[in-house]
């Protein structure tokens, strides 16, 4: 691809960013001081809109969902939520005004209750734990029927409706997944998928990075690629899951059959 | 050497691209290998073979029990079941330590190097077999004062081998990422294995000492030695290896040389998600849910 190409895709990719609940433009963010794992990202999300995050490993994926919520030092560029800058602020900052976040690992409190689990998710505001239990619940009912059990007891596709229920207890404007379907069998994958499509359904705006690349871009209306810490593409998520260039990203070239 | 190492490429040749394929001159083979973490089954491999004297490339996507497998087949983990061989010596429940003198060294993805060592003695670690580590015979430095000298001798040599010399009095903790990864390459080679294992050697090493790694990683097999590695890096696949294995939620899925294995419909869908053939916006929800809850009902019982 060359330079204007590629300047001409950046334009026209924040022409269409206006309104946007979260946006990020131009961020250049690491773990350490001069090391740079994304070099330049960009990304919006509409309301309502469910946004997935895909790309070969080391690509930069995770780094981008943590450099969102603070969690990544941003070096340049910025973090836009509703229009207000956002960039490096506290994590539990972000949590009040309205992005709710899902690691991928260590995502529960183990000696908590499911419930326990759950109120820590608006300690911020506990006036409003009753209300938004229903809303969790109705979403994961089986969170509602074992609401006494600890969640170190649980398994892996349990431990993940109690993590994002969590993180839907503040009733955040956005919330984004690290990884939702990581270490789950194909079954509890295809179950996180649907959950994380009926959250969008109830009105959340949701950015997800996912390995299960297909899936996402099943499920999501617009998909980014990344590789290397920069968008390599970006589309809907069906003109994605055709895209032979992706499969080229995650496997070489030699992912193409020869023709 | 050279007419060796072709005949060990070239006996692969004929060898049909198929997952847990026999191999004509297997260094390992594993049978019926199986480790669960919790409900979660990181590694089921019903059949491994390794061919002896050639580059093999372990892929998967993340999660698919590639160092899992390491860590059995090393002694670092214990399977629930299953039985392995290297060189026809069984290797179910001997200590990593042991495997490691039989000639089957293995290095880390994140390098574990003492970094309040300095890198010379960081090599002298790697020999096995030190008289001087005997109660006795530690007081008189004639009993083992000349295998230190020959020890050190060795260590020189490799840290010349892999450009470490300038850094032998250096504290390994003062080592770049890439030159650690070096350290412990070099360091494996102190017991003159037959067969080396690298974890994700690419791993947090700069594009500039990349090429030079890849360059280490060939000439041990140009030196007759076998080499099995776990890389994410794809260009380094293609490029170095004679073989390659790939892994998806604990099974080998597909095995072949770099070309077959990467135009693997398999592959490409293990990589990115499997069901392809469903778009899961038109599965029946009600059925998926059903199975989900079966599961998680599966899972939770005590």
């Known amino acids: ?259 | 050497m050279a007419a060796d190492l072709s005949a060990a490429r070239a006996a692969l040749e004929g060898v049909p691209s198929e997952p847990g394929v026999p191999k004509p001159d297997p260094i390992v083979k594993g049978d019926n290998i199986t480790r669960t973490f919790g409900g979660l089954k990181a590694v089921d491999v019903e059949h491994i073979e390794i061919q002896r004297g050639v580059i093999t490339a372990l892929i998967g996507p993340n999660g698919a029990g590639k160092t899992t497998l390491f860590n059995l087949l090393t002694g670092f983990d214990e399977p629930d079941d299953g039985t392995w061989a290297f060189n026809g010596t069984a290797l179910g429940k001997v200590p990593a330590y042991k495997v490691a003198r039989l000639g089957m060294v293995r290095t880390f993805q994140l390098t574990k190097v003492l970094s309040k060592l300095t890198v010379i003695e960081n090599m002298r670690l790697g020999a096995k077999g030190q008289r001087g580590e005997k109660f006795l015979s530690a007081a008189f430095k004639s009993l083992w004062g000349a295998q230190e000298k020959a020890n050190t001798d060795r260590a020189d040599a490799l840290l010349e081998r892999f450009k470490l010399d300038a850094k032998r009095e250096d504290f390994a903790g003062s080592l770049s990422g890439g030159q650690r990864k070096l350290l412990e390459m070099a360091r494996a080679l102190m017991v003159d294995p037959e067969l080396i294992m690298l974890d994700e050697p690419m791993a947090g090493v700069n594009p500039a000492l990349k090429q030079s790694l890849l360059g280490h990683v060939k000439s041990l097999r140009d030196e007759g030695r076998t080499v099995l590695f776990v890389e994410h890096d794809m260009d380094m696949v293609r490029d170095i290896s004679d073989w390659v294995i790939v892994m998806a939620q604990g099974q080998i899925v597909a095995e072949g040389t770099p070309q077959s294995v990467m135009a693997d419909q398999r592959v490409i869908d293990a990589y990115l998600g499997a069901h392809h053939d469903s778009d899961i916006t038109e599965i029946d929800i009600a059925d998926l849910e059903k199975a989900a809850e079966a599961e998680l009902d599966e899972g939770t019982k005590p």
Do not use: W
């Not at chain 1, 602020?89 to 991928?104: H, M, N, T």
């Open chain 1, 1 to 259: 691809m060359t330079e204007t190409t590629q300047s001409a895709e950046h334009d026209n990719h924040l022409a269409h960013a206006d309104g946007a609940v979260l946006r990020a433009d131009d961020l250049i963010a690491g773990y350490l001081p001069g090391v740079n794992i994304l070099n330049g990202a960009d990304l919006y999300c509409q309301p309502g809109e469910l946004v997935g995050i895909i790309g070969p490993n080391g690509a930069g994926k995770s780094t981008l969902l943590k450099a969102l919520f603070g969690l990544v030092k941003v070096h340049e560029g910025s973090v836009k939520l509703k229009g207000e800058d956002i960039t490096n602020q506290r994590a539990d900052q972000l949590v009040s005004k309205g992005i709710g976040f899902v690691p991928q690992n260590n995502n529960v409190f183990p000696s908590l209750t499911i419930e326990e689990n759950l109120e820590m998710g608006c300690y911020q505001d506990p006036k409003r734990f009753t209300e938004r239990f229903g809303f969790v619940t109705d979403l994961f009912p089986r969170l509602g029927e074992r609401r006494k059990q600890r969640a170190g007891q649980l398994s892996g596709g349990e431990r993940q409706m109690v993590a994002m229920g969590r993180a839907l207890m503040m009733d955040p404007s956005v919330l984004l997944l690290d990884e939702p379907s990581a270490g789950l069998s194909p079954v509890l994958q295809d179950e996180v998928f649907v959950q994380t499509r009926n959250i969008n359904k109830a009105g959340v705006s949701v950015i997800m990075v996912e390995q299960n690349a297909r899936r996402c871009l099943q499920i999501c209306d617009r998909g980014y690629v990344l590789d290397q810490g920069r968008n390599a593409y970006s589309g809907t998520g069906k003109s994605l899951a055709d895209d032979p260039k992706v499969i080229e990203l995650y496997l070489g070239t030699l992912g193409q059959k020869e023709d």
